[in-house]
């Protein structure tokens, strides 16, 4: 279960202004279709969070939090109207399933459910993807930056309240709470970023903050309730789990983690060495690590990371042929190629050799998954990774010691996804 954070608030602004901006009642309200969609996306997939928050099998624990699901599904609802008559008819009973499941108090699981069926009926019927990641990794000191123009006079610097806290009722959340937001993400921090928070003086950003400001904003104020990240974090990981540092450099597989799940896959990773009295400091490191400042702009990680995404899809090819789809092998195949060339231009000025070998290997690997027997599709795929597994040594010693983890490295950009 996500429990969001609560009520953030931005600027002094008045609640009514705060009320109409996330509402969309404000001149220059979205028109776009497909912004209007990600708009939507956002407020159903809070409003459904608000409600895990508020109500416990079947039972409600929070009035507040469950009055705010309410607000935020009659936003969502409203925001529909702005996708245009065929894509707003497709998503209106799916709304209208959701206000009834909220109303007669349903489980959280089927709610969920209805709200993936949402955000698919979004992303079929416009052709788009719903939760854009930042082109690059996004600044600390970028978000620390935005906070102090936009965020500091409500929450605070150390964000449990600033000098015009007092004057707003609801308050603004106390974003210093570790307990309370510890199964929070930075893509729960920017929905609310983007929509703003019903019946709050909060309004959304979407159009006043640039996309990369507000991913910045939303890591800086997911960091406020952790400690200092733990000194030596990143030589600690490199000894203990070099696969915890891979993942956690690659800010989509963090984006969209909780701090209870970056801890759990830290003392997964780390055993007896991620003792008691550390994980909330070294958890700390880990919601950072995929900033610019820390570990996501290492091109030896972003290296090593393409290898293993490309070594993925080598093995998603095999699956394909043992289920006799041939032709889904071989775009598979296609895939892992195109992922690889990230870093083929790097490569190749590296060591033109190690390049080369990469393109024929994938070439014998599209033939034999193409007609080939069993024995020689293993063969073509062990070529395949090996090939791979050199052309990142040649960019960089360091990183050939982290592709022994290639292999099993899943990428989570999926798992955040709501």
Known sequence: MIIIFARLCALGLGAVVGLLAASGTLLGQETDPVAA?????????????EYADGVENGKVIRVEELNEARLFLEQA??????????????????????????????????????????????????????DLLPEEPPSL??????????????????????????????????????DGLRRVSVLDFLRKVNVGVAGTAMPGFAESLAAEDRWAVALY?????????????????????????????????????????????LGL?????????????????????????????????????VVARSKTLVHAAMAAVEEGDRELADARAVDAYLIFEEIETRVRARDAGAAARVEAAFAEFRAAVATAADVEQHAARREVEGALDGALDRLTARASGLVLFGQSVVIMGECWRR
Do not use: W
């Open 77 to 130: 609802r409203r925001a529909a109207a702005q996708l245009g008559p065929e894509a707003g008819a497709l998503v209106a009973p799916i709304l209208v399933r959701l206000q009834k499941g909220v109303n007669d108090l349903g489980g959280e699981s089927e709610l969920r459910e209805q709200l993936m069926e949402l955000r698919a009926a979004l992303e079929v019927g416009l052709g788009v993807s719903l």
């Open 141 to 178: 000191a970028r978000g620390a930056a935005v906070y102090s123009d936009r965020c500091v006079r409500c929450h605070g610097e150390s964000g449990s309240g600033g000098p015009q806290a007092a004057a707003f009722d609801p308050p603004p959340a106390d974003l210093s709470d570790s």
């Open 37 to 49: 969609a990600g708009r939507l996306a956002d407020i159903a997939t809070i409003a459904i969070a």
């Open 221 to 265: 104020a997911a960091t406020l309730r952790l400690p200092s990240p733990t000194p030596g974090a990143r030589d600690l990981l490199a000894a203990q789990c070099a696969r915890c540092l891979l993942v956690l450099s690659d800010f989509a597989s963090t984006a969209g983690a909780s701090d209870d799940s970056l801890a759990a896959m």
């Open 269 to 305: 990773g780390l055993g007896s060495a991620h003792a008691d009295s550390t994980p909330a400091a070294i958890t700390a490191y880990a919601r950072v690590a995929g900033a610019s400042e820390f570990l996501g702009r290492d091109p030896a990680l972003q290296a090593a990371r």
